[in-house]
T-cell receptor, first 111, second 113 residues
Framework: GQNIDQPTEMTATEGAIVQINCTYQ??????LFWYQQHAGEAPTFLSY????GLEEKGRFSSFLSRSKGYSYLLLKELQMKDSASYLC????????????FGAGTRLAVHP | DVKVTQSSRYLVKRTGEKVFLECVQD?????MFWYRQDPGLGLRLIYF???????EKGDIPEGYSVSREKKERFSLILESASTNQTSMYLC????????????FGSGTRLTVV
């Protein structure tokens, strides 16, 4: 079966650091993606991991451990505009670039 | 920039109507996808297409069909709309493999009354 788990909601303070976890159990694996989605808008790409380790991109970093079926998205120096849903998605091995999404984590950043 | 355009931002339809949702991409992508997004359930794949006239069922194809007569256009059809198909529908496209995953359209919020 396919299962991707993320916390439903998180809150954090402006300027702080927050880590959003994602665990997955899928029949195949060919990469893990994080997307950001503001309310009423389409998801936008944040990061991609296919090998174990940390990928850093400005204030956002993403980590992957394939042996543990685990990833996290780290957001530093939080800003109010980071209030959004964060979607974890796994690409399966069957070709066609098909992604399986978790339910998303809604992050609220407070002053 | 890749652009994925969904023809309607909001739609209200009656139960039993046949509904067409249209999606057009302008970057010659092979793959196109239709998802629905519901609170607490995330994005669920309805159908996808990897070439003209080729289609594959996703996880929740029941009550839907698709059409891809041209590479740039992928249509989702609700044969007989029901209230449980009220949802946000997202179209996406990608090349065969992409390190950014998909480019999404802006979504169509469909309400079936």
């Amino acid at each position: 079966g396919q299962n991707i788990d993320q916390p439903t909601e998180m809150t954090a303070t402006e300027g702080a650091i927050v880590q959003i976890n994602c665990t997955y159990q899928t029949s195949g694996f060919n990469g893990l993606f994080w997307y950001q989605q503001h309310a009423g808008e389409a998801p936008t790409f944040l990061s991609y991991n296919v090998l174990d380790g940390l990928e850093e991109k400005g204030r956002f970093s993403s980590f992957l451990s394939r042996s543990k079926g685990y990833s996290y998205l780290l957001l530093k120096e939080l800003q109010m505009k980071d209030s959004a849903s964060y979607l974890c998605a796994v690409r399966d091995q069957g070709g066609y670039n098909k992604l399986i999404f978790g339910a998303g984590t809604r992050l609220a950043v407070h002053p | 920039d890749v652009k994925v355009t969904q023809s309607s931002r909001y739609l209200v339809k009656r139960t039993g109507e046949k509904v067409f949702l249209e999606c057009v991409q302008d970057m010659d992508h092979e793959n196109m996808f239709w998802y629905r997004q519901d609170p607490g359930l995330g994005l669920r794949l309805i159908y996808f297409s990897y070439d003209v006239k080729m289609k594959e069922k996703g996880d929740i194809p029941e009550g839907y069909s698709v059409s891809r007569e041209k590479k740039e256009r992928f249509s989702l059809i609700l044969e007989s709309a029901s209230t449980n198909q009220t949802s946000m529908y997202l179209c996406a496209s990608s090349p065969q493999t992409a390190n950014y995953g998909y480019t999404f359209g802006s979504g169509t919020r469909l309400t079936v009354v």
